[in-house]
């Protein structure tokens, strides 16, 4: 991994000023060097941080389906990615999934290690850009082991290898062993913890990293951990801190806001959306290319996916049936996302919900749980229809299947449902949620080919090109 993490981060270095007094004794003209807390505090702005560009994702989720003669002219990549290849990239290919978060990583461990000592700062103002850093490394691998290594499994994860745990922001650095999952996912616990009671309680911005936003991603990583008891308390903080916040952060109201609303006017493209600083449902602002939405044809919403939605549900605006810029309706009903050009991948207001709704119906708090998803569904069509079905409300399996069946309604085709499916495939009681056949239909809506998901395709291989250049280093089976 020397070469790919770390000849993408020696250009940083040159920019960010990764050189010390003692290598270099005068300022190089034209260079700057973080001396100042208000130096280390603006990396923080690094329109790196807020790219991550990681888009397989997108087209591994079990809603999605693939159309041809449109599949056809994809890149080998992201056909590969669809049918759950083993191999995404050639060996002299860099992989998105590897160069930005690492880049990312590069960031923030200059800034935990070498604020403190920072000019012209207070110890207050310090600390609270060190917890930033802090939470925002621990967001970045999150990410990184929910690609690149098996989902977490508390039987197996201290010997599963992970990722490799960087802490130093030194471009020459050249052993990158791997952690296993546990480790990594107790650095992230850890990280997290010594955050919180750093981070602001009300967001200074959307793109910087607040106590809400730490609060929900601590629960996630619990919620991925499968332990749900302790990821309860976190969203509770989360959920206040949103409601107190007056910074606004809030969920849109679909029935009004495609009109004269802030997500007006809708397009051929979708919705107006809000770029990634002015959405006001993000909590934390990443955001990843939408590989395939907007202007593709090739990848779909499964017919199965579509059956989800209500014929109120508005979520339907973002979703088109026939192909762009014009032609015949898609066949079996599937329809293409076309909005967001660029999904949000941080921390979003809809994911705290319906977190939170999930955990209570796995902890036998169905009132708080429908409380928590019928306060989403209300703002995604008509109050009459809003309503969790009794049954389903009175019957613990049913009300979480139906919670998962909303997350997909939700994040449909935003690569949002790859990382469940992750979460549930080791899950002895919701398991059977996960669909493990994607499907290539003909343009006339018979289906072309099958393509069946193993245990192993949850897990991407390492890159080629990582493995060339670190030849010790254990690749995914």
């Avoid at 967001?139 to 201290?158: D, E, V």
């Avoid at 480790?183 to 009671?197: G, M, S």
């Avoid at 909303?406 to 398991?431: H, K, Q």
Wanted: net charge negative; with cysteine; charged share 20%.
């Amino acid at each position: 991994m020397k070469h790919t993490i770390y000849s993408t981060l020696f250009l940083l270095a040159l920019t960010l000023g990764a050189c010390k007094k003692s290598f270099l004794e005068i300022t190089p003209s034209g260079k700057v060097i973080a001396e100042t807390t208000a130096d280390y505090d603006l990396l923080l702005n690094s329109l790196t941080l807020g790219n991550q560009f990681m888009t397989y994702a997108q087209a591994m989720g079990d809603e999605m389906a693939a159309i041809e003669p449109y599949f056809g002219g994809t890149t080998l990549q992201q056909q590969r990615a669809f049918k759950w290849e083993s191999t995404i990239y050639e060996r002299e290919e860099d992989a998105p999934e590897i160069m930005y978060p690492t880049t990312a990583l590069y960031i923030y461990n200059k800034i935990i290690n070498e604020v403190s000592d920072s000019k012209n700062g207070s110890d207050a103002q310090k600390n609270e850009v060190k917890a930033e850093a802090l939470a925002g490394r621990a967001w970045t691998y999150l990410q990184l082991i929910n690609i690149f290594a098996k989902p977490y499994n508390a039987s197996t994860a201290s010997a599963d290898p992970g990722f490799p745990i960087i802490r130093e922001a030194d471009v020459t650095m050249g052993d990158f062993p791997r952690s296993t999952v546990k480790e990594v996912y107790d650095f992230i616990i850890k990280d997290l913890q010594d955050a919180i009671p750093g981070l602001r309680p009300v967001p200074l911005h959307r793109f910087r990293m607040s106590r809400p936003a730490a609060e929900a991603l601590l629960a996630k990583t619990y919620l991925f951990m499968g332990n749900f008891t302790e990821a309860l308390p976190h969203l509770n903080n989360a959920m206040a801190g949103i409601a107190a916040s007056t910074y606004p952060v809030i969920l849109y109201d679909y029935n009004t806001a495609f009109a004269t609303g802030p997500l007006a006017p809708v397009t051929e493209f979708g919705p107006s959306i809000p770029n990634l600083y002015n959405n006001q449902e993000s909590l934390y602002s990443r955001q990843t290319m939408g590989d395939w939405t907007s202007l593709t044809n090739a990848l779909l919403l499964r017919p199965e996916t579509m059956a989800l939605y209500g014929a109120s549900d508005q979520r339907r605006v973002f979703t088109r049936n026939n192909p762009f810029p014009g032609g015949a309706a898609f066949p079996r009903n599937m329809a293409q996302r076309v909005a967001p050009f660029s999904p949000i991948i941080g921390m979003v207001v809809p994911d705290v919900y319906l977190m939170r709704a999930e955990v209570r119906a796995r902890l036998n708090d169905l009132t708080g749980a429908v409380s928590d998803l019928e306060a989403l569904r209300v703002k995604r069509m008509p109050a009459a229809d809003a309503s969790v079905p009794a049954p389903v409300a009175a019957d613990r399996a049913s009300l979480v299947k139906f919670i998962l069946e909303e997350r997909i309604r939700e994040f449909a085709a935003l690569g949002y449902r790859w990382f469940d499916m992750r979460r549930l495939s080791v899950d002895p009681e919701f398991n059977g949620t996960v669909n493990k056949q994607h499907i290539l239909y003909t343009a006339d809506g018979n289906i072309s080919q099958t393509f069946t998901l193993t245990a192993d395709r949850l897990t991407f291989k390492l890159p080629p090109k990582v493995l060339f250049e670190n030849p010790g280093m254990q690749d995914n089976p």
